[in-house]
């Protein structure tokens, strides 16, 4: 049977599909919790949102009293696990599964994906000054991705991530993530960076060709070409 799954990013007022089989929310969009009772659950995060001006401004109280299936964390080299699953239990975060996609799964998971000749391109057209480009051209292929300004988004990886793991046969809706400058700032502690956005938009392009994928916003599919889920 061919399931939905759900990729939901933060941006405010998002059409939801009338079906959900499986949700991944991504990082704040965890909000929508309570819109999602059958559905299992997941979540997507980055370690950046345990840091302190994030955590006690914003996601503390947001993740109180959830009950998640995969919790997934996308760390950094320095990031420690023990202190934010301290901070989780703290808030009555449950899950029954913990994930670390480390810096190195991260890149091979776009590899994997897109193949390293469409990321190798994807960056070298990129419009920026040539040295900096150069620069960050070195870390792609030496895979020194801790630093790199030309990275997509958390809700572009977890994209990624489902892809990987459900392929074609199941459909995979994309809802809740913009795709300029500006309108990935969900809350005031966030803001999508103009880094993510050129990569977003490249790496929507490609995952149009995929019949598999769809989305519920009418800008994405009308800019990337992804099929618009209708009747939902």
């Excluded at 995060?45 to 401004?57: P, R």
């Excluded at 057209?125 to 040295?131: A, G, L, Q, V």
């Excluded at 392929?167 to 809740?176: A, D, F, L």
Aim: hydrophobic fraction near 35%.
């Amino acid at each position: 049977m061919i399931k939905n799954i759900l990729i939901l990013g933060s941006k405010p007022k998002p059409t939801l599909p009338k079906k959900v089989n499986c949700i991944y929310f991504v990082n704040g969009s965890i909000y929508a919790y309570k819109n999602f009772k059958e559905a299992t659950k997941n979540h997507i995060i980055t370690s950046d949102c345990f840091e302190e001006k994030e955590w006690l401004n914003y996601y503390k109280k947001l993740l109180q009293n959830k009950n998640i299936n995969n919790l997934i964390i996308l760390t950094k080299k320095n990031t420690n696990v023990k202190e934010i699953e301290k901070k989780l239990k703290l808030s009555n975060y449950k899950y029954k599964m913990l994930i670390i996609l480390s810096q190195k799964y991260k890149k091979k998971l776009i590899i994997n994906t897109l193949s390293r000749i469409t990321l190798f391109r994807i960056t070298i057209n990129r419009p920026d000054d040539i040295k900096r480009k150069i620069k960050e051209i070195i870390k792609l292929l030496i895979n020194k991705r801790e630093d790199a300004k030309y990275r997509p988004s958390t809700g572009v990886l977890a994209c990624l991530y489902a892809i990987n793991k459900y392929r074609e046969n199941n459909k995979i809706i994309i809802s809740g993530m913009g795709i300029k400058k500006g309108s990935h700032a969900y809350n005031k502690y966030q803001i999508y960076y103009d880094n993510h956005c050129y990569f977003d938009k490249q790496i929507f392009k490609i995952l149009s060709k995929k019949r598999y994928i769809f989305t519920t916003d009418d800008k994405l599919s009308s800019y990337s070409g992804i099929e618009k889920l209708e009747n939902n």
